[in-house]
C-alpha cells in the first residue's frame, strides 16, 4: 500500500543526524525483511520449508531501527530472536543463507544442523540464538564482557521478548551485565504475545521497561512501529555503552500481526485488534513519513522495492534445487578434534 | 621436589596457565577477594586483578553463559561453581548451549567450568554430589575428574588449552588429604581422554575415577595379603571421551571387571561402561561385570546414615571376592 501524500517544498534535515542515504537504507532492510518473508511463506506452501516460518510482520522497525544504531565498522555484536531476521539483516546476513536456513539445504551456513535464522558469524558480529528464551543474554554479556576487558570501544545488543523476560536466565543474565556496568543494550521487543500467552499474564508490571529500574540501570520505552524513534531511542544507548556508561533497557512497543509460527490460527487474538495495527504498519508508516518530509520520492522507494525482488528472485533461483546434506555429514564437529566418535564400533553386529 | 597437596596442584595449574596465557580468567562466587570458599583461587586476585578474577553475583548461569560468550571471543575462560552441586542450576546453559554451540554453529566455545564435588565430608544432599552422569549424555562435552596432585594440575591445564568445553570435577575430600612431590618447573599435561593404571594386576580389574581411586587401591592390598589375588586398578580420569582402548585393554588382560563409582548407580556412569565392555570385549569375560556404587537415594547427612549410603572399601572387598570365586 503507497499512501498518496506530497512531498513538502523544502525538505527538513533527517533526524538523529542520519543522512538520506541512511533513511533509503534503513527502509530496504524492512522491505527485505518482508519481501523474504513472503517468499517464503510461498516456499512454506510449496513444503519446502522443512520446519516452521517465524513471521515479524509489522514488527520489521523495531529490528532494522535497533540494530542499524550499531556500528558495523567498529565490530559491534548483536543475538536476535524468531522475529529479528530484520535485525541479522541489518549485520549482513543474506537472504540466501536464510533461504538456505529453512529449506535445509547443505551449503546453508548451518550446514542442515539448525533451523530458521539460528546461525551466527563471528566475523559479521552476529551469534545465532538458541530455542531457550533468555539464554542468549548471559552469553552476549560475555562477548560484552570480552569487549570490556580488552578495552575495545564495541557494544553488544541482545534480544529478549515480553515472554524471555519471564526467564531465568534473562534475569541473570542483565544484572550481571548492570553489575559489570558492561557495554550491551537489551532490546525488548514487546509484541503483546508470547505464543498465545498476552503480556499482562506474562508479567504483573504495567510496561516492561520498569524492570530497568531492578537492574539499577536505564530504560527506554519507543514506538517500536517507528523506525526513526526505535533508532532514536537506540543510538544514545549503544554510544554511552560504547563511552563505558553501561547497559540500557529499551522496550520497543509492536505487535505481533501473524500467529507464532505459520501454522497458528491466532484464535486467541481479536480481528479488531489486528486490524488496528495493520494500521500502523511500521513499512506504510515509513513511506508516507519520508515522503511527507521530502526525504525520498515514492518512485525511489518503488525503485528499492524492485530491486530487492529482484534480488530475492535470484537467490530463491539460486539454491531452491540444492540437495539437502548427505546423512553422514550428521556426525563430524561435535568436538573440535574431528574423531568420529565409535561410528566404528557400536553399530557393528556382525564380528 | 616439592610436596604440594591436591588443592595446591590446582592452584598451580590454574595459576601457571593465567601466567602464560593473557586469555584466560577466572570467574565465579567469591573467587575474588575471599580467594574461593575452598581458597583455590587464593592469591589470584593480588596477582591478576579484578580484570582477570571477576567476583559475580550467585548467578551459575549467567557464569556460564558469559563465559560461553568470552569464549566465543577467543577468551579461555575458567568458571568456578562453588560447590558442584549448583551446577544444575546452569545445566541449561552447559547442555542446550555451550554444548550444541561447535555442532549447531561453528562456535568455538574453549571453557572451562570446575568445582568441588563428592562426598565423605558430611556435606548433605546439597554439597556432596557427583553430577558427572548428568553430562555424560551430552554430546559436545568432555568431563575430567582427577584423583591424584600430579593429574589435578595436569589435568586443569589441559582443560584450559583445550578447544573445547571442559567440566573439571575435582574431589573435596582430596583436597588436603592427598600429597604428592610434583617438581618445581616442569610442564605438567595429562592428556584429556587418557586413563591411567594405578596399580598392575592380573586376576581382576577396579575400574574407576576420583576419590574412589583410593578405595580401589585399600582394597587391592587388602585382597592381594587375604586372598593372594592380584587386582588391577584403572583410573579413568577423564569420563568424557572415554579411553576405550585402556579399558578393553585391562578387560582383556583379568577378563572380570569391578566398576566402581560414588555417584548413585541407576543411570549411573557404570552403566555406560558395563554396556561398553559389553559391545566391545564380551568374548575376553569370565564373569558378569559387576558395580560398587552409592545406593539410590540423596546422600544423607548423619555420618552413620553417610557412610552406609556411599560405597566403602569393604563393599569393593566383597564384590571383588564374588567376582574372584565366579
Not at chain 1, 154 to 176: K, P
Not at chain 1, 179 to 207: D, W
Not at chain 1, 219 to 234: E, S
Not at chain 2, 253 to 281: F, P, W
Amino acid at each position: 500500500m503507497t499512501p498518496t501524500v506530497s512531498p513538502p517544498v523544502s525538505p527538513a534535515a533527517p533526524p538523529h543526524g542520519l543522512s538520506r542515504a541512511q533513511l533509503h537504507e534503513m527502509y530496504y532492510f524492512m522491505r527485505l525483511t518482508r519481501s523474504l518473508e513472503e517468499r517464503l511463506v510461498n516456499l512454506y506452501r510449496q513444503t519446502k520449508v522443512i520446519g516452521g516460518l517465524f513471521r515479524s510482520l509489522g514488527q520489521e522497525a523495531d529490528s532494522v531501527g535497533s540494530a542499524y544504531a550499531l556500528d558495523r565498522g567498529q565490530g559491534d555484536f548483536l543475538s536476535p530472536l524468531i522475529r529479528n531476521l530484520g535485525s541479522m539483516l541489518v549485520q549482513g546476513a543474506t537472504p540466501l543463507e536464510i533461504l538456505r536456513q529453512y529449506m535445509a539445504k547443505a551449503e546453508s551456513p548451518t550446514r542442515g544442523r539448525e533451523l530458521n535464522i539460528h546461525y551466527g558469524d563471528l566475523e559479521r558480529g552476529f551469534i545465532g540464538q538458541i530455542s531457550h528464551l533468555g539464554d542468549m543474554v548471559p552469553v552476549m554479556a560475555g562477548v560484552a564482557l570480552s569487549f570490556k576487558m580488552r578495552k575495545q570501544p564495541r557494544v553488544g545488543m541482545v534480544y529478549v521478548g515480553d515472554g524471555a523476560m519471564s526467564t531465568g536466565t534473562f534475569h541473570e543474565g542483565i544484572n550481571f551485565a548492570a553489575v559489570q556496568r558492561l557495554p550491551m543494550v537489551i532490546i525488548c521487543e514487546n509484541n503483546g504475545y508470547s505464543f498465545s500467552t498476552p503480556m499482562h499474564k506474562q508479567t504483573a508490571v504495567r510496561q516492561l521497561v520498569d524492570k530497568a529500574a531492578a537492574y539499577g540501570i536505564p530504560g527506554v520505552r519507543a514506538d517500536g512501529n517507528d523506525v526513526l524513534a526505535v533508532y532514536g531511542a537506540t543510538k544514545p544507548a549503544v554510544e554511552r555503552a560504547r563511552q563505558g556508561g553501561g547497559c540500557t533497557l529499551i522496550e520497543l512497543v509492536t505487535y505481533r500481526r501473524k500467529g507464532h509460527a505459520e501454522h497458528d490460527n491466532q484464535s486467541y487474538q481479536s480481528t479488531g485488534e489486528i486490524a488496528e495495527w495493520e494500521a500502523k504498519d511500521p513499512i506504510d508508516r515509513c513511506i508516507r513519513d519520508y515522503v511527507e518530509a521530502g526525504w525520498a520520492t515514492v518512485e525511489e522507494l518503488a525503485e528499492i522495492d524492485a530491486r530487492i525482488l529482484a534480488l530475492l528472485d535470484d537467490a530463491v533461483g539460486h539454491c531452491e534445487d540444492e540437495p539437502m546434506p548427505a546423512a553422514g555429514t550428521a556426525l563430524d564437529g561435535v568436538l573440535a578434534d574431528p574423531a568420529r566418535a565409535e561410528l566404528e564400533w557400536y553399530r557393528r553386529i556382525d564380528g | 621436589m616439592a610436596e604440594v597437596t591436591y588443592l595446591e596442584a590446582l592452584r598451580q595449574g590454574m595459576m601457571e596457565e593465567m601466567r602464560r596465557d593473557e586469555n584466560v580468567f577466572i570467574l565465579g562466587e567469591d573467587v575474588g577477594a575471599y580467594g574461593g570458599a575452598f581458597k583455590v583461587t587464593d592469591g589470584f586476585l593480588a596477582e591478576f586483578g579484578e580484570r582477570r578474577v571477576i567476583d559475580t553475583p550467585i548467578s551459575e548461569a549467567a557464569i556460564v553463559g558469559a563465559a560461553a560468550g568470552a569464549a566465543h571471543m577467543g577468551l579461555r575462560p575458567v568458571a568456578e561453581m562453588q560447590f558442584i552441586d549448583f551446577i544444575s542450576c546452569a545445566y541449561d546453559m552447559l547442555t542446550n548451549y555451550v554444548a550444541t554451540a561447535r555442532y549447531r554453529a561453528g562456535l568455538p566455545t574453549p571453557m572451562v567450568v570446575r568445582g568441588p564435588s563428592g562426598g565423605y565430608v558430611r556435606g548433605g544432599p546439597f554439597h556432596s554430589q557427583n553430577p558427572e552422569a548428568a553430562f555424560l549424555h551430552t554430546p559436545g562435552l568432555k568431563i575430567v575428574c582427577p584423583a591424584t596432585a600430579r593429574d589435578a594440575k595436569g589435568l586443569i591445564k589441559s582443560a584450559i588449552r583445550d578447544d573445547d568445553p571442559v567440566l573439571y570435577f575435582e574431589h573435596k575430600f582430596l583436597y588436603r588429604r592427598i600429597k604428592e612431590d610434583l617438581p618445581e618447573g616442569e610442564e605438567i599435561l595429562t592428556p584429556i581422554g587418557k586413563a591411567r593404571v594405578a596399580r598392575e594386576g592380573r586376576d581382576l580389574t577396579i575400574i574407576t575415577w576420583s576419590a574412589m581411586v583410593y578405595k580401589a587401591l585399600e582394597a587391592a592390598e587388602r585382597l592381594e595379603k587375604e586372598d593372594g589375588l592380584s587386582v588391577e586398578v584403572l583410573d579413568l580420569r577423564t569420563l568424557l571421551p572415554m579411553d576405550d582402548e585402556a579399558i578393553m585393554a585391562s578387560v582383556k588382560k583379568t577378563s572380570r571387571v569391578l566398576i566402581a563409582h560414588e555417584d548413585t548407580r541407576t543411570g549411573g556412569v557404570a552403566g555406560e561402561i558395563t554396556a561398553r565392555i559389553n559391545d566391545q570385549a564380551f568374548e575376553w569375560l569370565d564373569a558378569p561385570v559387576k558395580r560398587v556404587t552409592a545406593h539410590d537415594v540423596p546422600l544423607p547427612y548423619a555420618p552413620t546414615l553417610e557412610d552406609f549410603v556411599l560405597p566403602q572399601t569393604d563393599d569393593l572387598v566383597v564384590a571383588a571376592r564374588w567376582l574372584a570365586a565366579y
